[in-house]
Nanobody, 124 residues
Framework: QVQLVESGGGLVQAGGSLRLSCAAS????????MGWFRQAPGKEREFVAV????????YYADSVKGRFTISRDNAKNTVYLQMNSLKPEDTAVYYC?????????????????WGQGTQVTVSS
């Protein structure tokens, strides 16, 4: 069992930065692949970024590539999402999720555990 708690969301102006954190409980955190997803009002939840269990590989949605960076610290049971050059279209609730195979997975339905989400609002 893995429990996930996101933090770091807030209100920021376009062009600004935020760093999201996702703290995980459970001794097996380091074996899970970790993803970030987001959901805007009236839209489906969409993939943002993923990192493998070791942190050796990452993958990003085209919409955030070059602006967002996912990383993890297995000693702290935490995964991060550094978001730079934010745009109003990045406004959404951001969720972290854990996937038991530890690999690159972008399908929302293949994740096993989810956090409650943190709101990110980017003003123009």
């Amino acid at each position: 069992q893995v429990q996930l708690v996101e933090s770091g969301g807030g209100l920021v102006q376009a062009g600004g930065s935020l760093r999201l954190s996702c703290a995980a409980s459970g001794r097996t955190f380091s074996t899970y692949g970790m993803g970030w997803f987001r959901q805007a009002p009236g839209k489906e939840r969409e993939f943002v970024a993923v990192i493998t269990w070791s942190g050796s590989s990452t993958y990003y949605a085209d919409s955030v590539k070059g602006r967002f960076t996912i990383s993890r610290d297995n000693a702290k049971n935490t995964v991060y999402l550094q978001m730079n050059s934010l745009k109003p279209e990045d406004t959404a609730v951001y969720y972290c999720a854990a996937e038991k195979w530890g690999t690159i997975v972008t399908n929302v339905h293949e994740y096993d555990y989810w956090g409650q989400g943190t709101q990110v609002t980017v003003s123009s």
